[in-house]
């Protein structure tokens, strides 16, 4: 066999393997798209299911404000801020929308893009402001970024007073670049701007300090790579705009433990399953549990590390990252030679077993592999075959 295939970890088999609920015959490297539930944490989430059926009356009514004041204050520890800043969502498009159609946005206002949105919040930004008359700006980035700092020299070039909203992602979707979301923050506060962070993948992958970032808004998901069961997000608020925010649906905007809008209009938005959210709080005790941090990412980041070059071998592409700055720990994306991808995640799927997402990207085709505890070196092998069989 060819040597560049002929890969070996010295990473140790991963003993959270059988924690997950996933397949156990398919290579799933697609948690970043969807995350993953670890069994003790969906349990949990069943226990709450279950509390909900028999007594929907104390959870939904009695109890409610206490045991969501609870979740919350968990995850505002988790992710340092105050917990009266966080507003529970059922995912980030939702949140996002709902912090976009609060924003005062006028005709002839400028609103700040990267070429790095994931497509559902692209859209949502363009079609908010084509409504209101407003122009969006899409700044134009190279791939790959030379570095960090490159991204925030390109924002300094475009951004000036006529500039009234700036959005970027913590982590990019579909080219996995780790933006650096404080330094560009706070070129967007110096402006005079608003600045709204997409963190889909941030929070679980790499520690999020929402005092230390700074940002007006915040939206980011529990599901993804905090291993929270699907249906928990969170909306950050700063203190300026907590009261400038309010939910697409209007309810009784009394029924929490908060005094500003953001909670009062959000907690309560009618009769709805609130399990996942009260199981947040498991998912974090899972992560500090098995010391997430100080074991779990830095295996997953040390296998990417470890298979990146054969990857790199077979689709013959230049790497994404010309510098380690923009890598974020657990995920990793590939351009893909010329040609027609469009069935390359059906063929790899049902050929290999393989989960791997493809993107039909403007700037070229690529997939994107996501490392989670669940994964091994075998998995990797495995994919390494499948591409050089089918590329």
Known sequence: MNKLFEVRSSAPLNHLKDQFLLDPEVAYFNHGAYGACPRPVFEAYQRYQHELEREPATLLYREFTKRM?????????????????????????????????????NEGDKVLATEHEYGAVDRMWETICEERGAHF??????????????????????????????????????????????ELTEIVRNAGAVSVIDGAHAPGQVKVNLKEIGADFYVGNCHKWMLSPKGAGFVYASREHEN?????????????????????ENDWQGTTDISSILAVQDAINFLNKNKWFETVVPRSNHLIAEFNEPILGITGMDDLYLHTDLQPPQMRSYLLPEGDHSSLHTELFHRFKVDVPVFLHPKGSMFRISIQAYNDASDLQRLVKALREIL
């Open 244 to 264: 400038r925010i309010r939910p697409p649906a209007i309810s009784w905007g009394n029924i929490s433990e908060g005094t500003s809008s953001l909670l009062l």
């Open 137 to 182: 700006i899409r700044i134009k980035m190279p791939l790959p970024l030379e570095s960090a700092s490159s991204a925030v020299d390109l924002l300094k070039e475009q951004i000036d007073s006529s500039v009234k909203i700036v959005t970027f992602p913590h982590i990019s979707p579909e080219t996995a670049q780790l933006f650096p979301i404080k």
């Open 69 to 105: 004041q609870e979740t919350r204050a968990g995850l505002s520890l988790f992710l340092n801020c105050e917990s009266d800043q966080i507003a529970f969502v059922r995912n980030v498009t939702y949140g996002l929308n709902m912090v976009t159609q609060s924003l005062i946005i």
